[in-house]
């Protein structure tokens, strides 16, 4: 499989029908493409059409099982491979992914989670540069030596891998949100099984294709698509073999891992719901705050946890604002990802669709108002348009939780005390946006807004070498940066006589 010859790719154009033919429907079991032991497949759906894309194995226990024996017999000699050795492994994954892979990568996400080929490939150099900067982070861990108060003793800190991981990731970014677990796991010395989203488990079995022509060693990262992710997941979690869990999605789902990971008292990452403000005051640039407010609502059909998600907008600048936006957000061009010039992609699933379109109709039942006149594409597909609503209540279910599609609830408000007590009533604490022009009001808000990371006057500020990660019921941990790293590391104390000096 080295320097194979993509012979369907063509610059950035990609032959689809050979695409699909081409990618791989097995599992990745420790090292080796396998069906599953109970030859058990589900069909993947492209969500613009309707059509069934693939039928792809599903993991059983007994697949996880053999996963996790593959995985554990190949850790002690992973942990012990030279750090160079990982960061070179992670380093040619990364300019496979950003080379002759990026259209491939970037289409098979358009295909089964509906993102426009531009935004696709955003999340193929967003996800390969969890790869380039963890492949600089593996040569950077550093433990300490120093002397203890009582002069006694000297404290030599080690740092060394956790040991197996397991990662449960959404269909939202169905590149980037295994990266940016498996760059630092690998980088760490830890060895990986990855269960990713049954709606979008064709770009994970891809990476690890990447990942085999990278160089990765058998058995150190194994990739499960399940449509029986609980059996699946309890079967890995309550194995003492397994030290780490790493999830990405719904905060239900996660206080559910949660509570099977404390039966193993493993170290747990958890990235959970999001529901971000948008901020606007009236001192604020209100084009600059129209293009971040598109730029942040409609990464994704919305479909991201740090998306801004309802907005709040202070009342001398309300009704310009609602009218640039509402322009804005109707002038989007909504279809098929594959297609020229189309900006907002179908929402994943039926069920996605069917939930949104229920939140907007039970808020304007309850009073919101419909800005402008928004349409989608005729015939099948996932779409719903992107909405502005108005007149919306702060307490409404609209506002209070977190929507996951194209719709964007506008609140008044008046002064920033009140716009603090509403920020900081929500259960969740992910990803916020605040926009003013006073440093004054920056630095004052930084303090009192409870939000794990906060973007002043910008609508994007999700990077590989920044900490991601929220507070209150919007997780634990963080991913990127240094902190990333140090989430998949024992520290380790070592308490010495200390020499005499004099």
């Known amino acids: 499989m080295d320097n194979e010859v993509l012979d369907f790719v063509n610059g950035n154009s990609v032959d689809i029908p050979r695409l699909v033919e081409w990618t791989p429907k097995d599992l990745f079991v420790g090292g080796a493409w396998e069906a599953s032991a109970g030859g058990e497949r589900f069909a993947v759906i492209n969500p613009a059409t309707g059509a069934v894309l ?4 599903s993991a059983g226990v007994e697949d996880a099982a053999v996963a996790l024996d593959r995985a554990d017999a190949v850790q002690e000699k992973w942990a012990a491979t030279a750090p160079r050795e990982r960061a070179e492994i992670l380093r040619r994954a990364f300019e496979l992914m950003d080379g002759k892979y990026r259209p491939v ?3 098979t996400m358009t295909l089964e989670m509906g993102k426009p080929l531009g935004q696709a490939n955003g999340e193929v150099t967003y996800g390969a540069e969890f790869f380039r900067w963890f492949s600089e982070e593996a ?3 550093r433990g300490d030596y120093y002397r203890l108060p009582e002069g006694a003793l000297q404290a030599m800190v080690v740092k060394r891998p956790v040991g197996p991981c397991v990662f449960v990731t959404p269909w939202n970014f169905p590149l980037a949100m295994g990266t940016r677990k498996i760059g630092p796991a690998l980088a760490a010395g830890c060895v990986c099984l990855w269960k990713p989203a049954r709606d979008t488990p064709l770009t994970a079995l891809l990476l690890a294709r990447i990942m085999e022509e990278a160089g990765l060693p058998a058995g150190v990262l194994s990739v499960l698509p399940t449509t029986h992710s609980g059996e699946v997941t309890e079967k890995l979690l309550h194995d003492p073999r397994v030290r780490k869990l790493s999830f990405t999605g719904s905060t239900e789902v996660g206080k559910s891992l949660l509570k099977l990971a404390a039966d193993q008292v493993l170290r747990t990452s958890m990235e959970l719901g999001g529901n971000a403000p948008f901020v606007v005051f009236d001192d604020a640039d209100i084009d600059r705050a129209v293009e971040s407010a598109m730029a942040t609502k409609m990464r994704n059909m919305g ?3 740090n998306a801004g998600d309802h ?4 009342d001398g600048i309300y009704d310009e604002f609602v009218s640039k936006f509402s322009a804005a957000m109707q002038a989007q061009k909504v279809g098929d990802g594959l297609d020229d010039g189309v900006e907002v992609g179908p929402l994943i699933n039926r069920s996605q669709l069917e939930k949104v379109s229920g939140m907007v109709e039970r808020a304007v039942a309850a009073g919101a108002k419909v800005a402008g006149e ?3 594409p ?7 348009p992107p909405t502005v609503l108005t007149d919306v209540s702060p307490d409404s279910e609209i506002v209070t939780e977190e929507i996951f599609g194209p719709v964007a609830p506008v609140v008044r408000f008046d002064t920033e005390e009140n716009l603090v007590r509403m920020v900081n009533s929500d259960k969740m604490g992910l990803g916020g946006y605040i926009h003013t022009s006073s440093w004054e009001r920056i630095m004052r808000l930084a303090e009192k807004i409870e939000i794990g990371m906060i973007g002043f006057n910008a609508g994007t500020i999700s990077n590989a070498g920044a900490p991601f990660g929220g507070v209150k019921q919007s997780g634990l941990g963080r991913e990127g940066s240094t902190e990333g790293i140090e989430e998949y590391l024992e520290t380790i104390y070592i308490g010495l006589p200390a020499p005499k000096l004099a």
């Open 303 to 305: 479909e991201a946890c």
């Open 311 to 314: 907005f709040f907008v202070q």
């Open 139 to 141: 040569c950077r861990v």
């Open 378 to 384: 005729q015939g099948y597909g996932f779409f719903f």
């Open 54 to 57: 693939a039928k792809v194995a």
């Open 374 to 376: 928004p349409n989608v």
């Open 105 to 107: 990568l970037a289409a």
